[in-house]
């Protein structure tokens, strides 16, 4: 199995920025993340 990218807090931060109100897309570019990833 691949290795993740991110810890697990750091994926959690990263849903919880979105849920805050800020665009999915701009939290992608933030993390250098793909929607598609995201989404996954």
């Known amino acids: 199995m691949k290795r993740s990218r991110f810890t697990e807090e750091q994926i959690i ?3 919880r920025e ?3 109100g ?3 897309a701009d ?3 933030k993390h250098g ?3 598609a ?3 996954k």
């Open 18 to 20: 979105q849920e805050a």
């Open 33 to 35: 993340i793909s929607e």
């Open 37 to 39: 990833t995201f989404y």
């Open 13 to 15: 931060g990263i849903l």
């Open 22 to 24: 800020m665009k999915t």
């Open 27 to 29: 939290v992608c570019r």
